[in-house]
Nanobody, 121 residues
């Protein structure tokens, strides 16, 4: 079992930055990949980014590439999503998930409760 708790969401103006955190407990964090997904109202949950257990592999959706950076600190059992140059279309509930670093929700077995990110224009 892995428990995940996201934090760091909030309201920011377009062009601003936020850093989301995903704190893990339970099963050894160091051996699992972390994915970030988001879901806007009326839309399906979509892949944002993923990082493997060592941090040696990262993946990004085209819509966030060059603006978002995923990282992790295994000593702190925490993963991060640094979001820069935010756009109104980035507004969504952001979820972190533990699994296999894939791009679909089926690649992940454990999910956090989500944190709201709102970008005003």
């Amino acid at each position: 079992q892995v428990q995940l708790v996201e934090s760091g969401g909030g309201l920011v103006q377009a062009g601003g930055s936020l850093r989301l955190s995903c704190a893990a407990s339970g099963r050894s964090f160091s051996w699992i990949a972390i994915g970030w997904f988001r879901q806007a109202p009326g839309k399906e949950r979509e892949f944002v980014s993923a990082i493997n257990w060592s941090g040696g592999f990262t993946d990004y959706a085209d819509s966030v590439k060059g603006r978002f950076t995923v990282s992790r600190n295994n000593a702190k059992n925490t993963a991060y999503l640094q979001m820069n140059s935010l756009k109104p279309e980035d507004t969504a509930v952001y979820y972190c998930a533990a699994g296999t670093a894939g791009r679909t929700y089926k690649d992940y077995n454990y999910w956090g409760q989500g944190t709201q990110v709102t970008v005003s224009s």
